[in-house]
Structures are given as structure tokens and as C-alpha cells.
């Protein structure tokens, strides 16, 4: 079994790097303003997400009909399916394609399914390079590094990192700027797109009725990687299918303006099938490979499955007062933020990722964005509550949850032990602010003082403020 992710451990770490938490304050402040403005300019944004996620659901409910739908039109359009029940095996049907296209390279656009699955390090184990052609991406694979955000993979980079980065790998000057930086990868990456035999992409969405592949994106990689070489191979969850080509109207909307703040991507490709006589461009073969590992248990989880409409905008990791702080590399694997929370713990196992699902203030801000309106605070609790009893809280939290239960359970209960606190308190610390717990409680004042109990309750001040003449 693999080491469990340390997330207290991680953000330790995190928190005391004051350049990373620089770049992710400005990194999210800016996302969350471009939020902010594109969802105003919609005004009928909420009725698009409630819209959204009706379809989401939907197709969710019939995932078996439209994934079969999906793959007969698929292959009347010419293409290739493959069904891939965990990451071996999806790792193993590219390996074999590639081999048998005779490849010795693959150019690949953005897909976290293939950060998911560790296709990459597949790929080389069988002699077969592979080149991120997306810029984020591409730095992350020159520096060895992982993404840190679904969208904007080098979000904890700084300019001056990747100016450095690009002078050891591709030779420009160590204080290049940006538009030199962005154009010596455009030449290192055309030369990839012009020799490779293989084209791997993932998908925003699959459209049942037609057999298409939707790929979004700003930079148009994604449409190089599907059109110059002989064989495209598309990747994609099997919870990316959508029911209709009309659904789009109401996908694309609610995905990009969450995503980037963007009224409308610089790209967006509708691919159907491999190339047709008379067509000009295209790939030659066509696979789709349909991924599971783990999302049918997903599935069949009624507390949980709602997270499979997420549409990997990352809306709510620049929301998340956590992630703002942290960083994704935090969350010890692929995703991070609030959807990585919940979806982590599902795919690895709760084991290895007992302490993900508490990390969350639950303030619910990641509802308030999310463009399908998942409910990740309902799903965060419903994990602590699974993660506590398979013995995941130390004894003296279960001890303490099963004594705040036991006063919770009782008004009676609860105002003695509220009058029996603010004496205990007064005796403690007089007036002083209280800046150490006692105890195992002492984690909680390490890093900030507790709040003072308030002298009355408000109870009592309702009280006092309703018996005539005591109004003070």
C-alpha cells in the first residue's frame, strides 16, 4: 500500500513559503475577479448552472444508455472504442495502440485523467516520448514538477522560475520576458507536433447522440495534437458523456466563464471520428478510451456520486480559503482544492487519504461557484464522518465529539456546560485574551488566539432585552 497523504504535514510546509503563497494570492484574487465579471455579464447565469446540472444528472442516472449510445456512434463514425476498467489497464490499450501506430513520439494537450492515471511515465517505460504541448504543461514536465491547479497548472510558479527554467532547457536569456519565454517553447513544441506519430488528448465532454469529443482550450495545442499526427487517441472518465450536441449550449457557458472568466475559449473543437474521404485534416485512426477506474463505485455511492458532475473548471479551488493558502501540491495527488477533497479519498482509497476531507473550513464557498452547484461541504462531512468510523480520528476526538454530542442533545445540558465554560474561563484568564488552550487543545492557539466566551449568551440578552425595564 502507498504512504498516506500528509496533508497537516504538507501545509505546515506550505504556509511557511511566502513566495508560494504571494503567487496564489494573486494567481486566485485575480481568477476570482474574472469570476465575479463574467457571471455578471450572464444574467441568466444561475438558470444555466441549475440547467447544467439537471443534464449532468440525468445523464448520470442513464450513464449506461448513453455510454452505450456513445460507443455504437463512435464506431459508425469510424473510430475505435476502448473500455478500461482502472489506470493499468488504460495505461496498457495506449501503449498498445502507440505501438502498433509504430510511434516513437506523442505530443499530448492538457488532461488531468492522464495526470490520474500516471500514463506519462507508461508511455517512457515503453520507450515512447511524450511531449506536454500545453505551455502550463510543458514547464511542468521540463522541471519534472506536477500541476498544481486543474486549469492553470504552474499557478505556485513565478515568472522569473520558468525565465530560469526555459534559459537550462531551451537556451534563452535567464531574465527573458514572457513573449520570448512563449516563443522559444512555440518553436521547441511545432517541431513536436510535426514529428509525432500519436496525438493524446483527454475531453471536456463526450456527446452521446453524435460520438464526438469537445475539447476547450485557449492555446490550440489541443487542435494541433488531434489534426498532425496519424492517430488521435482521446481519453475521457466515463462520467464525461453528455446526452445531446445541443447540451453544449448550456455546458460551454457555465464551464468557461467559471473557468477562466472568459465570455468564450479561443477553441473549441467538436471532433467526430477519424478522417473522412474529401475531409483536408485529421488523423488517420480514431480511439477513444473510456476510463473507469474507480467511477462506477463513485456511482453507486448515493451521498457521493454527485461529484461526478464536476466539470474540472476549478472554480472552487479560487474560492477555497485553503487552497488559497496552500497550494494543490499540498493535497499529495492530482487533484486539489475542494473537488480533490472529496474525489481523492474515493479514488485512492479513504486509507491513504484519511485527513483530506478536513481540509475545509466548510464555509461553502466552493457551492457558491461551482458552475453544476455540487454540494462539496455535504460531501466533505459525509467523509469525516466515514473517515471517523473506520478509526480514522485519534481517541481523544472521538472522546470529545461523543461529549459534545451528549450536550448538544440537551438544552438543559448545553446552557449548564455554556455557564460552567465562561466560569472556567474567568478563572483561567481573567480578562487576557485566551492565547493557550490546555491539553490536546493547545494545536488549536499554536498559530491564533481562542475567541472569548461572551458574558451573556444570547439567550439571556434576549431575555434581559424583553423583561420591562431591564433593557440595557
Known amino acids: 500500500m502507498s504512504s498516506p497523504i500528509r496533508f497537516s504535514e504538507q501545509s505546515v510546509r506550505a504556509l511557511q513559503d511566502p513566495r508560494l503563497r504571494e503567487a496564489l494570492r494573486r494567481a486566485t484574487e485575480d481568477l476570482r475577479e474574472k469570476w465575479t465579471r463574467a457571471t455578471a455579464e450572464l444574467p441568466h447565469f444561475d438558470a444555466l ?29 469510424g473510430g475505435m472504442v476502448h473500455w478500461a476498467r482502472d489506470a493499468e489497464e488504460a495505461c496498457r490499450v495506449v501503449v498498445e495502440i502507440c505501438r502498433r501506430a509504430g510511434a516513437r513520439t506523442a505530443v499530448k494537450s492538457k488532461s488531468m485523467l492522464t495526470e490520474e492515471i500516471g500514463l506519462n511515465r507508461a508511455l517512457l517505460r515503453a520507450g515512447i516520448r511524450v511531449v506536454e504541448t500545453d505551455l502550463g504543461e510543458f514547464v511542468v ?24 527554467l526555459f534559459s537550462r532547457h531551451l537556451g534563452t536569456p535567464p531574465d527573458a520576458p514572457v513573449e520570448v519565454l512563449t516563443r522559444a517553447a512555440r ?21 452521446a447522440e453524435t460520438g464526438s469529443v469537445v ?14 499526427p496519424r492517430v488521435h487517441i482521446a481519453m475521457a472518465g466515463v462520467e464525461k458523456v453528455i446526452p445531446r450536441l445541443r447540451d453544449l449550449a448550456v455546458f460551454l ?59 474540472r473548471c476549478g472554480a472552487c479551488l479560487n474560492a477555497c480559503p485553503v487552497y488559497e493558502r496552500v497550494g494543490g501540491h499540498t493535497y499529495g495527488w492530482v487533484y486539489g482544492g475542494p473537488i480533490g477533497a472529496v474525489l481523492t479519498p474515493k479514488l485512492l482509497g479513504l486509507g491513504r487519504a484519511t485527513e483530506l476531507p478536513y481540509a475545509s473550513t466548510l464555509c461553502g464557498a466552493c457551492r457558491e461557484v461551482c458552475p453544476v452547484r455540487i454540494d462539496i461541504p455535504r460531501m466533505l462531512v459525509h467523509l469525516r464522518a466515514q473517515a471517523a468510523a473506520s478509526g480514522g480520528a485519534r481517541p481523544v476526538e472521538r472522546l470529545g465529539m461523543r461529549l459534545l454530542g451528549w450536550i448538544l442533545r440537551s438544552p438543559a445540558r448545553y446552557r449548564f456546560s455554556g455557564r460552567l465554560a465562561r466560569i472556567a474561563q474567568q478563572l483561567v484568564w481573567g480578562d487576557r485574551p485566551i492565547r493557550a488552550l490546555p491539553g490536546p ?14 458574558p451573556q449568551t444570547f439567550r439571556e440578552r434576549w431575555r434581559r432585552w424583553r423583561t420591562p425595564g431591564r433593557r440595557s
Open 441 to 454: 487543545l493547545w494545536a488549536w492557539t499554536r498559530m491564533r488566539d481562542f475567541p472569548r466566551l461572551a
Open 49 to 77: 448552472r441549475d440547467w447544467a446540472k439537471r443534464i449532468k444528472a440525468h445523464a448520470l442516472l442513464h450513464l449506461d444508455h448513453y455510454l452505450e449510445r456513445l460507443e455504437a456512434k463512435v464506431r459508425e463514425r
Open 215 to 228: 475539447l476547450v482550450e485557449n492555446e490550440g495545442n489541443a487542435r494541433l495534437v488531434t489534426s498532425l
Open 187 to 207: 518553436v521547441h513544441l511545432r517541431q513536436a507536433f510535426l514529428t509525432a506519430d500519436v496525438g493524446i488528448t483527454g475531453a471536456n465532454f463526450l456527446v
Open 253 to 311: 457557458p457555465v464551464l468557461v466563464r467559471s473557468a477562466t472568466g472568459q465570455k468564450l475559449s479561443s477553441y473549441v473543437s467538436v471532433l467526430t471520428g477519424p478522417r473522412r474521404p474529401g475531409d483536408r485534416g485529421g488523423p488517420e485512426e480514431f480511439h477513444l478510451v473510456l476510463v473507469d477506474n474507480r467511477r462506477t463505485a463513485i456511482l453507486a455511492d448515493p451521498d457521493l456520486r454527485e461529484a461526478l458532475q464536476c466539470l
Open 141 to 164: 514536465q521540463l522541471d519534472g514538477d506536477r500541476p498544481s491547479h486543474l486549469i492553470a497548472p504552474i499557478i505556485h510558479k513565478r515568472r522569473e522560475e520558468v525565465a530560469a
